[in-house]
């Protein structure tokens, strides 16, 4: 089946041809306009019966997909870091309310609090809900594979900066996805336990609704990363580390040091 993404061309078989403009596959729902630039009429994945341009039919998966990138994310980077990208990192932690979970790639120097913001680099589930694609140029349910190709021809100059050797990180990133893939991300917040101390262990948190709470074995933090923090608050210092908006591709957050 083809992806669906705004600005995909469809076929309805009382309305004719129209364009996409938002897309919730948490819900299966639509909306999509068809001759007027002004009114959009939402339609239901499941049973409008919706084709693509070409006559394909649109199926809907009833399960719901995950309501967050964070899984395909870390299969992408335990794929770099075989390649021999091991200074990529992947940075992941909950919004102040709760209800989605927020991510940041960067590369270079692995410097947790002074991570390079570069744009298309960093996002949230709650974009992700409406218009799951990471931000690079990539399709919607794209495989691994195609996510590392996106990501390469996006931004070679980031990727160049991720070529290099960071074995213990690899080492334990690599043994975080043998534990948690498929159903579980983990935080780099302090999700678990009471404001201002860091939990003895990985916070867990499942992708998708219905998967039970993990039950496998404590992870360790990532190398160094208890060191960094000497009596800080976490969750309030973790907080303030997201810019207020999505930098410009010529933002000062934008520039690899």
Not at 3 to 14: D, S, W
Request: proline share 10%; aromatic share 10%.
């Amino acid at each position: 089946m083809k992806p669906i993404a705004p600005g995909t061309v469809i076929f309805h078989r009382h309305r004719g041809y129209g364009v996409i403009t938002t897309v919730n596959l948490m819900t299966g729902w639509i909306a999509a306009r068809f001759g007027s630039e002004t009114r959009t009429l939402d339609l239901n994945l499941s049973s409008d019966e919706i084709q693509h341009a070409d006559g394909e039919p649109i199926l809907f998966r009833r399960a719901p997909p995950d309501p967050m990138p964070h899984v395909r994310l870390m299969a992408m980077v335990r794929e770099l870091h075989r390649a021999g990208y091991q200074r990529l990192y992947l940075y992941s932690w909950p919004k102040p309310s709760g209800l989605h979970w927020r991510w940041h790639l960067f590369t270079g120097p692995r410097h947790w609090m002074e991570r390079p913001w570069r744009e298309g680099w960093y996002g949230s589930g709650a974009e992700y809900n409406f218009n799951p694609v990471m931000g690079w140029g990539d399709a919607p349910g794209a495989s691994t594979e195609a996510l590392v190709h996106a990501l390469a021809q996006f931004d070679p100059a980031g990727m160049a900066q991720a070529l290099g050797r960071d074995e213990d990180h690899t080492l334990w990133f690599q043994k975080v996805c043998e534990a948690l893939l498929p159903d579980y991300t983990f935080s780099l917040g302090a999700a678990n336990g009471r404001l201002g101390e860091m939990p003895s262990s990985l916070p867990i948190i499942p992708v998708r609704r219905g998967v039970p709470e993990y039950s496998g074995p404590a992870l360790p933090w990532p190398p160094g990363w208890a060191n960094l923090w000497g009596g800080m608050h976490l969750a309030s210092t973790t907080a303030t580390l997201l810019p207020s908006q999505k930098a410009g591709p010529i933002s000062k957050r934008s520039v690899v040091p």
